[in-house]
Nanobody, 125 residues
Framework: QVQLVESGGGLVQAGGSLRLSCEVS????????AAWARQGPGKAREFLGG????????FYVNSVKGRFTISRDNAKNIMYLQMNSLKPEDTAIYYC??????????????????WGQGTQVTVSS
C-alpha cells in the first residue's frame, strides 16, 4: 500500500511563499501520477492540480494557476508544491495523493481517492 507524508506547512504572511513536500513510500513513485488538494476551515476538499508520472504533464485549477507550481523528483520519491503570493484564503490543510497508471503522461484530475494526513498552511493578513 502506498504511503504519503506531507510536510512543509506553517505560518506565513500574505504575499509570502512556502514549499510543501509529499514523500511517497511503499511503491515505485516513478510509476505513479500524483496530485494536491486542500481543505480550508468549514469547506469541502478542493482539488488543486496534478502531475503525470513522467513529470511532463501538469494541470492546475484556475484559482492557483500562476501562483502555485507542482514538480516532482522521482529519484527522491518526492512531489513538491511551491506556493507564491499566498493569500489568507489559501489557509487550509494540504494533502497529496498518488495513483498508478500505465500512461506516463496521464494526470489525476479530481480529488477522489486516498490522501495523506496533510500539512497545515496558515496565511495571515
Amino acid at each position: 500500500q502506498v504511503q504519503l507524508v506531507e510536510s512543509g506547512g506553517g505560518l506565513v504572511q500574505a504575499g509570502g511563499s512556502l514549499r510543501l513536500s509529499c514523500e511517497v513510500s511503499g511503491e515505485t513513485f516513478s510509476n505513479y501520477a500524483a496530485a494536491w488538494a486542500r481543505q480550508g476551515p468549514g469547506k469541502a476538499r478542493e482539488f488543486l492540480g496534478g502531475i503525470s508520472s513522467s513529470g511532463r504533464k501538469i494541470f492546475y485549477v484556475n484559482s492557483v494557476k500562476g501562483r502555485f507550481t507542482i514538480s516532482r523528483d522521482n529519484a527522491k520519491n518526492i512531489m513538491y508544491l511551491q506556493m507564491n503570493s499566498l493569500k489568507p484564503e489559501d489557509t487550509a490543510i494540504y494533502y497529496c495523493t498518488a495513483k498508478a497508471t500505465p500512461d506516463e503522461d496521464a494526470v489525476v484530475l479530481s480529488a477522489e481517492g486516498s490522501w495523506g494526513q496533510g500539512t497545515q498552511v496558515t496565511v495571515s493578513s
